[in-house]
């Protein structure tokens, strides 16, 4: 008599978990989710991608389990290509399988699975949840169930640990008396490598099929992507505003007085860049206050 593994429904979906957590299985580098109190013999095994840089700001993704290599071209602020761009393959080479639209940050995006130069392409959405800044959700199919929410947040908002800041997880987003299920994580820092190349990783939950992996790979290359552009754009913004209000903010005038002699007697002149501000007439010494009333900015 043979044993079927437990349904995506028995295994996943139960309401009556407390906990859930990420133990080692010491004879292979994945990873297996055990509900701590209910069924901890009904266990589902994580599948690992091995993230590498590549070029100036592309990534890979390999998994040790079935091979599997994809590469996730990523754009340079290039306005007439996809921002993210992601093959079946070791390279720019390998056929496109899916893309996504970051050219905005409202915190919504465009995610495409598919070929968009040659075939037809599944729309899906990448969003912000309300009232958060760094969480965002998706809604997708597990393994052909019903399609759901997901949540994309930061590990450190819910272990209170700066120090995890840069890790993120997947987890399910129902209802408040249903416990929420880990299904993806994301490590910055492989706590598994020992090489001088900086190597990150991504845990995915298996039996969601190839569409989900490649959901969950996708929209969180977006993600990272995106946090990138806002580290590197916002310091250069804020040091616009910043100028920019302490010349707006200004009650002086910056420029030269020019002592100027004429029949009338001497004055002075002050002038910015060779035009003429305003004088003062009568003036027997050199030394002449710049402070002029107004908020007039030179």
């Known amino acids: 008599m043979s044993l079927e593994p437990p349904s995506y429904e028995a295994a996943v979906l139960s309401p009556h978990g407390t906990s859930t957590t990420l133990v080692s299985n010491a004879t292979s580098n994945s990873l297996s989710l055990k509900k701590s109190i209910t069924k901890p013999e009904a266990s589902n095994r994580f599948k690992d991608f091995t993230i ?37 393959g070791p390279s720019t080479k390998e056929p496109i399988i899916g893309d996504a639209d970051l050219k905005t940050f409202s915190g919504h995006y465009t995610l495409e699975l598919g070929d968009y130069e040659h075939g037809p392409v599944v729309l899906e959405r990448l969003d912000k949840v309300k009232g958060w800044s760094s969480r965002h959700q998706f809604e997708f199919s597990f393994g052909g169930a019903e399609r759901e929410m997901f949540v994309w947040r930061h590990k450190g908002e819910k272990f209170h640990d700066a120090g995890n800041w840069d890790d993120m997880e997947l987890v399910t987003d129902r209802d408040d008396d249903e416990e929420e299920v880990l299904v993806a994580q994301y490590l910055k820092k492989d706590p598994e490598y020992r090489g001088w190349k900086s190597r990150s990783k991504l845990q995915v939950r298996e039996g969601g099929g190839e569409e989900w992996e490649r959901m969950v790979m996708l929209s969180l290359m977006a993600l990272l992507v995106t946090k990138r552009r806002e580290q590197r754009i916002m310091p250069r913004v804020a040091l616009g505003c910043l100028l920019e209000f302490m010349l707006s903010s200004s009650r002086t005038k910056i420029g030269v007085w020019v002592k100027e002699s004429q029949a009338s007697g001497e004055k002075a002149t002050l002038q910015s860049n060779g035009v003429r501000i305003t004088e003062v007439a009568g003036v027997e010494n050199s030394v002449v206050s710049t402070k002029v009333l107004g908020n007039e900015i030179l």
Do not use: A, C, M, T
């Not at 990534?59 to 290509?81: A, T, V, W």
């Not at 996809?82 to 079946?88: C, K, P, Q």
């Open 52 to 88: 590498r840089r590549s070029g100036l700001s592309d990534f890979q993704f390999s998994s040790g389990s079935d091979e599997h290599e994809y590469y996730f071209e990523i754009s340079l602020y290039n306005p007439k290509k996809r921002d993210v761009i992601l093959h079946f």
